[in-house]
């Protein structure tokens, strides 16, 4: 089954690129590897503000985080020039976790993109990944992700 076949059987319509809200572009790309900047959850358009240990549960930052991944990849699939088949290998997320000083489910949240790579690239999106937990992520955000990508 084909990346676009994974999607539409998972039922994800890949939104609109976001456009930066600083001085950064959403990628880079150098030889064959891609870098996406983090990207922050976002529920119903809002961003998905909130600190997991305090109002955020785990299953709802492990949602926040697979919204995230969903970002991800349709930034990803501008940065291939819209074309997802093109990318070999998710090689490593980094997710940020806003979180209280006691929470220690970061990598349960973190879950919620991981799973989606797979489901989404099969064996080439099995990653390498850090999990924080941080202070607080821009806007109050409780989830911010970025990734690193080899294409062809």
């Not at 150098?30 to 997991?52: C, M, P, R, Y």
């Not at 064996?123 to 850090?130: F, L, V, W």
């Amino acid at each position: 089954m084909s990346v676009y076949e994974k999607l539409k059987a998972l039922n994800i319509e890949l939104p609109a690129v976001a456009t930066p809200a600083a001085a950064y572009v959403m990628f880079a790309q150098t030889g064959n590897t891609i870098f996406l900047s983090g990207h922050i959850a976002k529920k119903d358009g809002k961003v998905w503000e909130g600190q997991l240990g305090k109002n955020v549960t785990t299953a709802e930052g492990k949602e926040a985080a697979r919204l995230v991944a969903v970002d991800l990849i349709a930034t990803l699939q501008a940065a291939c020039g819209g074309d997802l088949t093109r990318v070999k290998r998710i090689v490593k997320l980094m997710s940020l976790v806003n979180s209280t000083p006691d929470y220690t489910e970061q990598h349960l949240v973190t879950n919620g993109a991981s799973e989606l790579m797979v489901e989404v690239f099969g064996d080439a999106g099995k990653h390498a990944r850090s999990a924080f937990g941080v202070a607080q992520i821009p806007l109050g955000a409780c989830v911010e992700i970025e990734m690193i990508v080899e294409v062809a």
